[in-house]
């Protein structure tokens, strides 16, 4: 199916960009909601490689080795069989951008159950030998819990916009993002606010300690621009 890419920008708390998710849009607009409406049992596999390709490519064209910030592409879990057999296509689009391994982080979408949490678990272990950085995307929804971050140990956690919203005035959501601050310290984690959207939930997180965050506070996913931190807005 025709795709293209749009891109959001995740900040470190000096402003500063982490990474550019890539998120899938139509050639003509469509959302990802269009877009994954599509995507099924027979081209989950096709689907996945060529995100991957076109997320590369494209952020390679935007300007992405300009700078040293990660090109962040989701996957499917299920749609992965052997690792390396299937990481052919991504790393040969990277040699052609000329996109180093460290410079990709591969998110795993919480939107599907996984039906074989051992073969997740080499996957991941497969793409960080290989130098790239791994994600759990939309912690604390959906499918991803903490059996999956002990099963899969990954580089980096998202935590799921359902937990930012309206964290400034919620005692218990303090309670919990602090409680997974203190976590991913501990285990060497970086941990991602999701969606957040109000400078009040921008402060709350980061006095609770948070430094990495991503949402329509600071930028919008936007198509054919790489956004930079001077173009996001203050917080």
């Known amino acids: 199916m025709p ?9 470190r708390g000096d402003n ?16 990802a909601g269009t ?15 060529q995100c991957r390709t076109t997320a590369i490519e494209t952020a390679a064209s ?11 592409i989701n996957f499917k879990p299920n749609a992965i069989y052997e690792p390396l057999r299937c990481l ?25 159950e996984v039906l074989e949490p051992r073969r997740l678990r080499d996957i991941v272990t497969a793409y960080q030998e290989i130098g790239f950085t791994v994600a759990l995307d939309d912690f604390g929804a959906g499918y991803a819990s903490l059996g999956m971050l002990v099963d899969i140990r990954p580089d980096v956690i998202k935590l799921d916009m359902k937990l930012i919203r309206g964290v400034d005035a919620d005692p218990i959501r303090i309670a919990v993002v602090r409680s997974m601050v203190s976590l991913c310290r501990e285990l ?10 109000t400078v009040e939930e921008h402060r709350t997180l980061r006095t609770i300690g948070v430094d990495l965050f991503q949402g329509y506070l600071f930028a919008r996913p936007t198509i054919g621009l790489l956004q930079t931190p001077g173009s ?4």
Do not use: C, K, W
């Open 88 to 112: 052919a296509t991504s790393l040969a689009a990277a040699a052609r951008a000329g996109l180093p391994n460290r410079s990709i982080m591969f998110e795993i979408t919480e939107d599907e």
């Open 3 to 11: 795709i293209t890419m749009a891109f959001q920008p995740i900040i």
């Open 62 to 72: 935007l300007g992405l080795l300009a700078t040293d910030a990660l090109l962040s």
């Open 188 to 197: 060497g984690i970086a941990l991602v606010a999701e969606g957040v959207e």
């Open 16 to 31: 500063s960009v982490f990474a550019h998710e890539a998120l899938v849009r139509g050639l003509n607009g469509e959302g």
């Open 35 to 49: 877009i994954l409406s599509q995507v099924n049992a027979d081209n989950r596999y096709s689907f996945d490689q």
């Open 232 to 235: 996001l807005a203050a917080a």
